[in-house]
């Protein structure tokens, strides 16, 4: 899952992108309206969290705009306005939830987690295809009750395909889910990361779709 953090207070970022990477998300941050709106359009990130305070523009702004030129994902605003008037501003603009600070991590991670859940059609913490289950909030992968380790790659990949299930997931689109921008990544290393999940998951389970990608396939009545 890519989010896309706009935030121009240095130290609280880089705090929120260590939390996010750990938490097995793929974060980008930007400092100002005018590079949220460029990454927003080029990348069309799964979530946005977005601050109000920005330098070169209000964030309001930010969100009107990029829902007007049609972006529909999930928006998250945090900002420091916590009073009702500003939450009602920032909800009628087009966002999604709202958290004011100053906040706990824990809180911004349970928020992120639930428009995760949303913008996959996944209604609980837990995914469970056939044999294989996830939970996504304890990050543990379990084969038949089972519980088996994983690198946070291979963990997000995986989790990334089962969120998608019966949608051919290209490895551009994979490598923008387990990557953030400027990243070292090797022209290999989404096959490299199935390699090593098929050797962990029942035969079959990841399947290539020969000059497109990978996909994970639910069966109907499967969890």
Do not use: C
Not at 78 to 102: E, F, N
Not at 107 to 133: C, D, F, P, Y
Not at 179 to 194: A, L
Not at 216 to 222: E, F, L, N, P, Y
Request: no cysteine; proline share 2%.
């Amino acid at each position: 899952m890519q989010v896309l953090l706009v935030e121009d207070n240095t130290l609280l970022a880089n705090a929120i992108v260590r939390a996010l990477k750990s938490a097995g998300f793929s974060i980008n941050h930007v400092d100002r309206g005018d590079q949220a709106l460029s990454a927003i359009k080029t990348s069309q990130p799964d979530i946005v969290v977005l601050d109000l305070g920005l330098p070169d523009t209000d964030g309001l702004e930010v969100l009107k705009s990029a829902r007007k030129f049609g972006f529909s994902n999930p928006v998250l605003i945090l900002t420091a306005r916590d009073a009702t008037s500003d939450k009602v501003l920032g909800l009628d603009a087009g966002a999604d939830d709202y958290l004011a600070k100053p906040f706990e991590i824990d809180e911004l991670l349970a928020r992120l987690r639930a428009l995760e859940r949303r913008l996959s059609n996944v209604k609980s913490h837990s995914i469970e295809i056939g044999e294989v289950e996830i939970d996504t909030n304890s990050h543990e992968v379990t084969i038949a009750g089972q519980g088996i380790s994983m690198s946070r790659r291979e963990y997000m990949l995986l989790k990334a395909l089962m969120e998608s299930a019966n949608k051919i997931q290209t490895r551009d689109v994979l490598d923008s889910k387990l990557y953030s921008w400027g990243e070292e990544v090797s022209s290999n290393t989404v096959e490299v990361h199935i390699h090593n999940l098929r050797k962990k998951l029942p035969s079959g389970f990841i399947q290539t779709v020969r000059g497109v990608g990978y996909v994970v396939r639910k069966q109907s009545g499967t969890g």
